[in-house]
Each structure stands twice: as structure tokens, then as C-alpha cells.
């Protein structure tokens, strides 16, 4: 099979705010911003310990074997537009733990 290449950065975007890029190919070819006002994205592999195709935990990608993996979450911390407000507030990362965020509102 065919094997795409999808590289993603979190980078200043055009409205000077954090931004989530994507460039395409390997090597990886000139960035594009696709969604504004990302501040934060975080993923984690679930993996299938026991070969019933399930996942059965969920870690991040240092030492995961591929061929276990059966899913794949995507957690995103997006930034307001418009500073209206801002207050710190504990916010549940990917992996269920909490923790002390600064957030626009």
C-alpha cells in the first residue's frame, strides 16, 4: 500500500496567534496553517497488548509499535480570538491528568 506522510507543527499563524500547520510528504514539504488559535495538541496511540483488537491503553508515540496500534487520540487546547477575558482554570489533558492552564475566555 501507499503510505501518506502528514507532518503537524504548532507554529505562529498569520494572525500572529498559535496556529496547527500541516505539511505533506517525507521529507516533509513547506508547512501550511490549517487551523488557527491551536495553542497546545497532544496525541496518544492505543494499543492492543493482548491481540484482541481493542485497544487496550493509551500512550504516547515514544517506543509504541505500530503494528499494535488500533486507534489514536487527538486532543487540541484552542486559544480565544478576542481577549476578552482571562482567568487560570485546571484543564484534563489527554492522558485523564489535570493541569493548571492559563485560558482565554
Same mark, same amino acid.
Given at each position: 500500500? !501507499?503510505?501518506?506522510?502528514?507532518?503537524?507543527? *504548532?507554529?505562529?499563524?498569520?494572525? @500572529?496567534? /498559535?496556529?496547527?500547520? %500541516?505539511?505533506?510528504?517525507? /521529507?516533509? @514539504?513547506?508547512?501550511?496553517? *490549517?487551523? /488557527?488559535?491551536?495553542?497546545?495538541?497532544? *496525541?496518544?496511540? =492505543?494499543?492492543?497488548?493482548?491481540?484482541?483488537?481493542?485497544?487496550?491503553?493509551?500512550?504516547?508515540?515514544? @517506543?509504541? +509499535?505500530?503494528?499494535?496500534?488500533?486507534? *489514536?487520540?487527538?486532543?487540541?487546547?484552542? !486559544?480565544?480570538? #478576542? +481577549?476578552?477575558?482571562?482567568? +487560570? &482554570?485546571?484543564? /484534563? #489533558? %489527554? @492522558? =485523564?491528568?489535570?493541569?493548571? &492552564?492559563?485560558?482565554? &475566555?
Amino acid at each position: 500500500g !501507499v503510505t501518506a506522510v502528514n507532518t503537524f507543527t *504548532i507554529a505562529n499563524g498569520a494572525n @500572529g496567534a /498559535p496556529a496547527l500547520f %500541516c505539511a505533506v510528504g517525507n /521529507p516533509a @514539504g513547506t508547512p501550511v496553517e *490549517i487551523v /488557527p488559535n491551536v495553542a497546545n495538541m497532544q *496525541i496518544l496511540y =492505543g494499543v492492543d497488548d493482548n491481540a484482541d483488537l481493542v485497544a487496550d491503553r493509551y500512550v504516547p508515540a515514544t @517506543g509504541v +509499535a505500530l503494528d499494535n496500534v488500533r486507534s *489514536i487520540r487527538f486532543a487540541f487546547l484552542f !486559544v480565544s480570538p #478576542t +481577549a476578552s477575558a482571562r482567568r +487560570a &482554570r485546571s484543564m /484534563p #489533558t %489527554c @492522558g =485523564g491528568r489535570r493541569r493548571e &492552564r492559563r485560558a482565554w &475566555r
